[in-house]
């Protein structure tokens, strides 16, 4: 057991927050505050098109009306992009990363010529179509300008890693990874310098995390980021995925979907603790 627990909240500031973010913020919070711990927020923004600043401001005006505070200032992923660039540097000089020049057309006509579509959590698995360059096809592409993305070579990577690889899940022990099952996956494109699941991993390491509070759907995920933890030497913390909430329709509630916001149920008359039992934390 770690001395000091750690945990975060994480969001992307490509909406407001709903119900399904406060049971996942006041999970981390409470976990954090009953062991004496900290709780970071970070804002996850390194999508240039979807994340706005006015919608930073009211994740931070969010969490204050819920009652909750957070430990040290809130990192903001847009702020760091070198220190990203930098991992991705040591991937590449592990001779683990390659570009990708491949379009999205590109990858269904590949598919569709092999005859089927197999799928890993993040969708469909690249078929290693430039992975299979040769060293002067690839130079050739890189001085033409065209745009790449930055691929895993995710053989190469297991071959690296040490293996078994696996992580401490809350309430069920220990759990084997597989992180074959994502493929090739991207690591970094030309509109988003760095991808989820680097910077997430790296900002965890960064910020002394040792507990990861996050939804159900984000489990899959922590196979790629223990892969990437393995490669880059950084710590492993301990995870605990939580249920996912539901719309009265059985759905789980999601900003595609227009589930209710805090700041709408906040304008109906809504109270705080009212808001933290409708997530699935009572005051009592």
């Given at each position: 057991m ?10 992307s ?5 709903h119900l399904?973010h ?8 409470r976990a ?8 970071l ?11 706005r600043p006015?919608?930073?401001?009211g994740?931070l005006?969010?969490l204050a ?8 200032p809130v ?12 991992t ?5 000089g592990m001779?683990?990363l390659?570009p990708c020049?491949c379009t999205?057309?590109?990858i ?10 197999p799928?890993?959590p993040?969708g469909?698995?690249?078929p ?5 360059l ?6 050739e592409?890189l ?6 993305a930055?691929r895993?070579?995710m ?8 293996r078994?690889?696996?992580?401490l ?6 759990i084997r990874?597989?992180p074959?099952?994502?493929g090739d ?11 989820y ?13 040792t507990?990861?509070t ?5 489990r899959?995920?922590?196979d790629l980021?223990?892969?990437l ?6 710590p492993?913390?301990?995870y605990?995925h ?10 789980r509630l ?11 149920l906040?304008e ?11 997530a699935?934390w009572?005051?009592?």
């Amino acid at each position: 057991m770690p001395a000091t627990i750690v945990t975060r909240f994480a969001p992307s500031p490509t909406g407001r927050l709903h119900l399904g973010h406060a049971h996942s913020a006041l999970l981390g919070w409470r976990a954090a505050r009953a062991a004496g711990g900290r709780f970071l927020l970070r804002l996850e923004d390194i999508d240039p098109i979807r994340c706005r600043p006015e919608l930073r401001d009211g994740i931070l005006e969010d969490l204050a009306w819920l009652g909750l505070d957070w430990d040290g200032p809130v990192r903001v992923q847009s702020e760091h992009l070198p220190e990203y660039r930098t991992t991705l540097d040591r991937l590449e000089g592990m001779g683990l990363l390659y570009p990708c020049f491949c379009t999205r057309a590109d990858i269904a006509r590949e598919v569709a010529a092999i005859g089927h579509a197999p799928h890993g959590p993040d969708g469909l698995l690249y078929p290693g179509t430039c992975r299979r360059l040769s060293a002067a096809e690839r130079a050739e592409r890189l001085a033409s300008g065209a745009p790449y993305a930055l691929r895993l070579d995710m053989t190469a990577a297991l071959h690296r890693a040490p293996r078994p690889l696996s992580f401490l899940e809350l309430g069920e022990g220990r759990i084997r990874c597989d992180p074959a099952r994502f493929g090739d996956v991207v690591l970094a494109r030309k509109d988003t310098p760095a991808s989820y699941h680097l910077c997430v991993t790296q900002d965890d390491a960064l910020q002394g995390v040792t507990l990861v509070t996050r939804a159900e759907d984000l489990r899959p995920a922590t196979d790629l980021h223990r892969l990437l933890q393995a490669l880059l030497g950084l710590p492993v913390p301990r995870y605990r995925h939580h249920r996912l909430l539901l719309g009265a329709d059985g759905r789980r509630l999601s900003k595609r979907d227009n589930a209710p916001t805090l700041a709408a149920l906040r304008e109906a008359g809504r109270s705080p603790a009212e808001v933290r039992a409708m997530a699935g934390w009572p005051d009592t």
